[in-house]
């Protein structure tokens, strides 16, 4: 069915930017909202940002201010801009889809949301 695949993950120093893109490919049966998570090993994923319904964009407290999701209406692809990039920034960042867009947009850190990346890996330096 659909598939998710991300980019634009790389290691920067704190204070620096990334932007990841998370481009879906496959058949589109119903219309599907999408966000971004994080995890480091060992631990439960976080969500980091994700769109409601109408478009709004939503954010992790802990990203606020720094991170801006949007996405491209004509190719659905999901964009996550990081700016200032701190430490505890580093994880390995997925994006994920769902045809339920009110949970998505919540971020939980535990639902089994339909469509999942690969993930690309941020790593920010002191």
């Given at each position: ?110 639902y089994p949301f339909n469509y ?11």
């Amino acid at each position: 069915r659909i598939q998710l695949v991300e980019s634009g993950g790389g290691s920067v120093q704190a204070g620096g930017s990334l932007r990841l893109s998370c481009v879906p490919s496959g058949p589109t049966l119903s219309k599907y909202c999408m966000g971004w998570f994080r995890q480091l090993p060992g631990k439960e994923r976080e969500g980091v940002a994700a769109l409601d319904k109408d478009g709004t964009p939503r954010y992790a407290d802990a990203v606020k201010g720094r991170f801006t999701i949007s996405q491209d209406n004509t190719t659905n692809t999901l964009y996550l801009q990081m700016d200032s990039l701190m430490p505890e920034d580093t994880a390995m960042y997925h994006c994920a889809g769902d045809h339920d867009c009110v949970t998505i947009a919540t971020m939980s850190s535990t639902y089994p949301f339909n469509y999942w990346g690969q993930g690309t890996q941020v790593t920010v330096s002191s």
